[in-house]
């Protein structure tokens, strides 16, 4: 893909979404369909049988495969598949010459540092966001301003039940927030851990505890505690239509980003 094709003032973004037979891509696919200014000419998903992304009227056909995308006819690839898969697919559709939005979360210090250098070699850019919900964004800038006056800090996020990782990357990324806002040490207090699949986790001395059952969405409390006191944040994304907003204006910034890479959604708002 030439340089001029990212920036085609006055064209349309020529968007591809992988991973758009699951539950997030779908309504990527839908959302990117209906913003102005973005065209969707390509969907990704090991499920293509031959028909269009549900609910997108004369939408392209899915391929089964990155491979079987044309990176000359693509500006902007939104990814959304599985922890496992995300990291080789970016680094495909980098190869390919496309930039990228990632949603798909899963992706460690090691993973974002390599996607990072690929980025740079490829000369185009990678943006993610373990949440595009701009409540949750909202809530993890008000866990951090938190921290620095109550630093006992726990999280427990729920999510519905066909989840595969955990802890949430948003709740990770909560976590990385409200240590590096700390401006004292805390040392948790001990857990318990005769118990496997109650699902407990410290990550950076922030314990998380992560809720697994259907009916949830997405769902994050942060509760800090003092003295006779406790404070609760909460976010509650009650559809995947909450994330769209933020897939959107990604999708409109990640070609005129200053870095090969940026993580969060607070940068773009
Ligand atoms: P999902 O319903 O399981 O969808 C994942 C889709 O990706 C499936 O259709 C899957 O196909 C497909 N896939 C797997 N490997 C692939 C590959 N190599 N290339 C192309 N497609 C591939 O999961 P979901 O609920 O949509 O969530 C997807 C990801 O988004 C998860 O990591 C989740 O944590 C994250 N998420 C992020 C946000 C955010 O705001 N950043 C919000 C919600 C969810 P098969 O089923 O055939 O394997």
Known sequence: MDDDSTRRTGVAIRVAVVGAGGRMGAEVCRAVDAA??????????????????????DGPTIVAAIGDLDGDRVDVAVEFTTPDT???NVEALLAAGIHVVVGATGMDGDDL??????????????FVAPNF?????LMMQFAAEAARHLP????IERH?????????GTALRTADMVADARTTDVEPVGGDDRHPGAR???????PVHAVRLPGLVAHQEVVAGGVGETLTIRHDSIDRSSFMPGVVLAVRA?????????????HLL
């Open 36 to 57: 102005d200014g973005l065209e969707l000419v390509a969907a990704v998903d090991p499920s293509a049988d031959g028909t269009s992304p549900a609910g997108v009227e």
């Open 254 to 266: 990640v070609a005129d980003l200053d870095a090969p890479l940026v993580v969060g959604l607070e």
């Open 152 to 155: 006992d800090i726990e999280i």
């Open 200 to 206: 407990g986790f410290t990550h950076r001395g922030v």
């Open 113 to 126: 540092a390599a996607v990072e250098g690929a980025a740079t070699d490829a000369d185009r850019h990678v």
């Open 133 to 137: 919900a701009i409540g949750a964004v």
């Open 86 to 88: 995300v990291r080789a």
């Open 160 to 168: 519905h039940d066909g989840k595969v990782d955990a802890p949430s």
